[in-house]
């Protein structure tokens, strides 16, 4: 992995990189950035760099024996542990070879995709105690053949009070060893841990860096990439996985929703539900998803925030309508509802029961606050 084949972030990179060449790297460090963010990527990239021979001004050669071995993932000085999903005495290393795929298909992976290499279903992620003791085991020897021997623990939200265990390892690790903690919640991680590490905050992508990279190796016209980069809200692992859905008019779609809830339409409503039940959960969820950022976009042009609104000109149009018509409190409103929608269907919720709650919820929003405008836009 290099830093060349990662999304945005170049404030990141320059860091990591820096630290190299200043001879500042700390033995403890947590890549603490949300899904999509690129963090693990960031963090094998950092690795591969710290062992590159022959390393370049703003990367890692790609081309030495220790590049090749890394962009397998079987660098004897690489060292990988993550959630697994099975018996108390499973570690890491029963699923190396899944993670090797897992990782070099899906750079940008996520939990539930992890979930699918190794066949999980709904089972409990964690990081056991076994886990720990492997890790205390792997890092008490010195490196084999890099300057540094290296632990990329990935989600370290799932260990738990046996996480205790790895205190002594962080504080007092052998030389030229590397703890990499790579999160997406603080909360959620061990004081202990939180405290003994040195935080580098990774931020969401932004919108023109999603947009150009599914543009420019992902082959997708302008229109498609803005509406997906628009819809992932900073999550490249997101707009990933809307390439492999059919394309729908999600714009469209929320557009009669809101008519019809605007005019009341109970009977049109109920077989507009029946259209989105069928959908397929992943693209309800999408649906949802452009719903919420639409109408949070409504509301920055409600605030006079015009220009940090990214949507295209018809959609545009569209946002400058309703913002007419509807306030920043009704636009909460419905976004907390269409919130809870999101969380419901990820638990498999009735469809046709769940839209049509959803829908009766934004017409009693709609109810008291309608007006002559109103009614214009609805015929429009």
């Not at 490249?236 to 729908?248: G, I, S």
């Not at 409503?269 to 949802?288: A, C, H, I, P, T």
Request: with cysteine.
């Amino acid at each position: 992995m290099q830093f060349k084949h990662i999304v945005g972030q170049a404030a990141i990179k320059q860091r990591l990189i820096n630290s190299v060449k200043e001879g500042r790297v700390s033995h403890a460090q947590l890549f603490l950035g949300p899904e999509g963010s690129g963090s693990l990527a960031l963090a094998v990239a950092y690795a591969q760099y710290l062992s590159c021979l022959d390393k370049q001004v703003d990367d890692s050669c790609g081309e030495c024996s220790s590049c090749r071995k890394y962009q397998k993932l079987m660098h004897p000085d690489l060292h990988f542990t993550y959630p697994t999903f099975g018996l108390p005495k499973e570690t890491s290393i029963d699923f190396i070879e899944n993670w090797r795929q897992a990782f070099l298909e899906n750079n940008y992976l996520n939990l539930d995709i992890w979930r699918g290499y190794v066949d999980a279903g709904n089972k409990q992620a964690n990081i056991n105690i076994a886990d720990c003791h492997q890790i205390i085991k792997r890092l008490s020897f010195k490196p084999f053949e890099s300057d540094y021997k290296v632990l990329i623990l990935w989600l370290p939200e799932f260990l738990d009070k046996q996480g205790n265990a790895l205190l002594k390892i962080i504080e007092e690790p052998q030389p030229n060893t590397l703890f990499l903690l790579v999160a997406q919640n603080q909360d959620q991680i061990l004081n202990t841990i939180l405290s003994r590490t040195q935080l580098i905050k990774i931020p969401a992508l932004g919108y023109e860096d999603i947009k150009a990279e599914l543009m420019g190796h992902h082959h997708q016209t302008e229109h498609a990439a803005a509406e997906i980069a628009y819809l992932s809200n900073g999550n490249l692992t997101d707009a990933l996985v809307m390439l492999q859905q059919e394309n729908k008019s999600y714009h469209t779609l929320f557009v009669q929703w809101l008519r019809l809830c605007f005019a009341n339409k109970g009977i049109e409503l109920v077989g507009f539900v029946d259209q989105l039940s069928k959908m397929g959960r992943e693209n309800q969820k999408n649906f949802l998803r452009y719903g919420i950022s639409f109408i949070r976009e409504c509301c920055l042009l409600i605030a006079g925030a015009g220009e940090l609104v990214h949507l295209p000109a018809a959609e545009l149009e569209t946002a400058q309508k309703l913002s007419a018509i509807m306030s920043i409190s009704m636009n909460n409103a419905i976004v907390a509802e269409l919130e809870k929608a999101h969380y419901h269907v990820e638990r498999n919720a009735n469809p046709k029961i769940l839209f049509l709650d959803v829908s009766l919820q934004i017409i009693s929003f709609l109810k008291t606050k309608s007006s002559p405008q109103g009614n214009q836009y609805i015929a429009n």
